[in-house]
């Protein structure tokens, strides 16, 4: 008989045991949330509130950035950029948020997958990672591609490299790598290996590049989209996105989406 | 062992074992976090708006906060009422025994169809009608024209045997006209009120917030409004209300109860915390309990001089 319940997602509190300043406006948190670690996987996310339903009205989704289900804890990487994520910064160690997750569902790694690529720019990268250290631990070899506007906003790039076979990078002030398109270096690469699988996440634009580049190389190609949401659960269509087969909800039916099925109207 | 305070109410032929349910739009049997123990304690549940055929909603971004409040120009989204027979009713008929469904339609026509559709599924136990749909002939809505509105509640009550709720749009400058109009059309049940029409605009970027340009508030913001409404409606209405709009605590609930409501729906709080309709049934309790009422009823349209 089917449950009436939203498979593993649970309504718990979470404490903050760790928050680091990056650079400039992006952060690390890191919050011990057993139940939800212990089932959360790479692409997933949680919806968290560190504040009262007066103050500030709706929980605000995060990806998963490092999952670490034996310590019972994960990482969330963010960037201030409104009310919500504000409060945040002011944390304080033991400080408690309340979290919804994990929901959504994470990343596919097709079997008899033996190289991927990962293309980011800037915070793009962080739901990238658990799913670059699931890939190495099945023995895949990853070929990573960050752009950045400018060498110090690049987040993680040491973990990236230890990570990935090779690494590419570049800036929109050649501060770090090349100028111009970093799907450049993807299509570089595509001529002289076969990537199976390509995984991007957040940029409209760069999800664009690599469905062109699909079309001539074929591989499969999956994007993590970002919506402003509501309840996180599927309840409030939303957050929905425009894909061939019509409208569907990045909280439920994504956020991972095949590239091919997403229509980019801009 | 105190005796435990009465929850039950009559909304006319509708009987509830307590007063707090889903607003419409806010509530999905397919994505819920409780389980059916928890949904059986609503006192009914009340799914999306169903369409008589399928139809896909507005362009994205459906959704914007704005200050104590939730924009949406979600824009009713349905899978048509075949579907939602064949999928979610046997779904909704294991989360609780009262089960109100929300009609959507372009036209008296649309309505009229869902009604007869529905009148002998003997599961549902009322029909709530969103007021709020651009009335295909003329694109205001029903819910803004008291002789379309009557027209519109006198038809489909000729389609129907099961009781009639009338959700009214607050975007009038009169709302005792509408409840008033909808009361002579034979409505057995006002809900008190759908969502504000309401926009905002990014300022870096310069566009709108929502693909619809205008969308509905809800949220605490709307709150007072609503109470307002409630107020003037339960003087000059016989039939009983629901409230709506902004309750995201017990205290909130009872404000409604005080001001003349008779049952109460949850709206877009239910996503900040999918538990909030349960904590708020145990307030209701509390509150009674400390203030030595034995039954909700005592304190419907309370408010004193």
């Known amino acids: 008989m089917q449950k009436l319940k939203n498979r593993n997602s649970i309504l718990t509190k979470g404490k903050i045991i760790e928050q680091i300043n990056l650079n400039n406006n992006y952060y690390k948190i890191k919050i011990e949330a057993p139940q939800i670690a212990k089932e959360a996987k790479p692409g997933q996310f949680v919806m968290l509130s560190k504040w009262k339903i007066k103050e500030l009205f709706l929980k605000r989704p995060f990806s998963f950035y490092n999952i670490e289900p034996n310590l019972g804890t994960f990482d969330i990487l963010y960037k201030k950029i409104g009310k919500g994520t504000q409060i945040l910064t002011e944390s304080k160690i033991s400080d408690l948020v309340e979290l919804i997750g994990p929901l959504g569902n994470g990343f596919n790694i097709p079997e008899s997958t033996r190289k991927i690529a990962v293309v980011a720019r800037g915070i793009g990268v962080a739901p990238l990672i658990p799913l670059m250290l699931e890939s190495k631990k099945k023995g895949i070899e990853i070929y990573s591609f960050l752009s950045t506007q400018t060498e110090n906003l690049l987040l993680h790039s040491d973990k990236v490299e230890s990570i990935s076979k090779e690494t590419f990078y570049t800036t929109d002030d050649g501060s770090k790598g090349a100028k111009g398109k970093v799907t450049n270096f993807l299509e570089k690469i595509l001529k002289e290996i076969v990537i199976d699988v390509v995984y991007t996440c957040g940029s409209k634009r760069l999800a664009k590049h690599i469905r062109n580049l699909q079309k001539k190389y074929n591989f499969l190609a999956f994007v993590s989209l970002e919506e402003h949401m509501a309840c996180g659960i599927g309840a409030c269509k939303g957050c929905v996105r425009k894909t061939k087969n019509g409208y569907k909800r990045v909280c439920k039916e994504g956020p991972v989406f095949p590239v091919e099925e997403v229509i980019f109207n801009d | 062992?105190?005796?435990?305070?009465?929850?039950?109410?009559?909304?006319?032929?509708?009987?509830?074992?307590?007063?707090?349910?889903?607003?419409?739009?806010?509530?999905?049997?397919?994505?819920?976090?409780?389980?059916?123990?928890?949904?059986?304690?609503?006192?009914?549940?009340?799914?999306?708006?169903?369409?008589?055929?399928?139809?896909?909603?507005?362009?994205?971004?459906?959704?914007?906060?704005?200050?104590?409040?939730?924009?949406?120009?979600?824009?009713?989204?349905?899978?048509?009422?075949?579907?939602?027979?064949?999928?979610?009713?046997?779904?909704?008929?294991?989360?609780?025994?009262?089960?109100?469904?929300?009609?959507?339609?372009?036209?008296?026509?649309?309505?009229?169809?869902?009604?007869?559709?529905?009148?002998?599924?003997?599961?549902?136990?009322?029909?709530?009608?969103?007021?709020?749909?651009?009335?295909?002939?003329?694109?205001?809505?029903?819910?803004?024209?008291?002789?379309?509105?009557?027209?519109?509640?006198?038809?489909?009550?000729?389609?129907?045997?099961?009781?009639?709720?009338?959700?009214?749009?607050?975007?009038?400058?009169?709302?005792?006209?509408?409840?008033?109009?909808?009361?002579?059309?034979?409505?057995?049940?006002?809900?008190?009120?759908?969502?504000?029409?309401?926009?905002?605009?990014?300022?870096?970027?310069?566009?709108?917030?929502?693909?619809?340009?205008?969308?509905?508030?809800?949220?605490?913001?709307?709150?007072?409004?609503?109470?307002?409404?409630?107020?003037?409606?339960?003087?000059?209405?016989?039939?009983?209300?629901?409230?709506?709009?902004?309750?995201?605590?017990?205290?909130?609930?009872?404000?409604?109860?005080?001001?003349?409501?008779?049952?109460?729906?949850?709206?877009?709080?239910?996503?900040?915390?999918?538990?909030?309709?349960?904590?708020?049934?145990?307030?209701?309790?509390?509150?009674?309990?400390?203030?030595?009422?034995?039954?909700?009823?005592?304190?419907?349209?309370l408010i004193k001089d």
């Open chain 2, 1 to 301: 062992m105190t005796k435990e305070v009465g929850l039950e109410v009559d909304l006319g032929p509708l009987h509830l074992k307590n007063p707090i349910m889903p607003a419409s739009g806010t509530f999905d049997v397919k994505c819920t976090l409780l389980n059916e123990n928890e949904l059986n304690r609503l006192g009914a549940v009340v799914p999306k708006s169903i369409a008589f055929k399928e139809r896909e909603g507005n362009p994205e971004p459906r959704i914007c906060e704005t200050d104590c409040g939730l924009l949406n120009a979600v824009g009713v989204p349905s899978r048509g009422v075949e579907y939602f027979l064949k999928e979610n009713l046997p779904l909704l008929q294991k989360a609780n025994d009262t089960i109100i469904v929300s009609l959507t339609g372009n036209s008296i026509e649309d309505f009229c169809n869902l009604a007869e559709r529905l009148n002998k599924i003997k599961e549902i136990s009322a029909l709530e009608i969103n007021l709020s749909c651009p009335n295909l002939n003329n694109g205001i809505p029903f819910g803004n024209n008291k002789k379309k509105l009557y027209e519109l509640i006198v038809d489909i009550k000729k389609n129907t045997s099961k009781p009639i709720i009338a959700k009214l749009s607050p975007n009038v400058s009169d709302i005792k006209e509408m409840a008033l109009a909808a009361e002579k059309a034979g409505t057995d049940i006002i809900n008190i009120a759908n969502t504000l029409l309401g926009m905002a605009i990014d300022v870096e970027k310069q566009v709108s917030r929502l693909g619809n340009y205008i969308g509905g508030l809800s949220g605490p913001a709307i709150r007072p409004i609503v109470i307002r409404m409630i107020w003037e409606t339960a003087q000059v209405v016989n039939i009983p209300i629901i409230g709506v709009g902004g309750v995201c605590c017990a205290e909130d609930a009872i404000e409604m109860f005080l001001a003349g409501a008779s049952a109460v729906q949850v709206g877009s709080a239910n996503f900040s915390n999918p538990y909030i309709m349960l904590e708020i049934i145990t307030g209701i309790k509390r509150y009674l309990k400390e203030k030595k009422y034995n039954s909700i009823q005592n304190i419907i349209g």
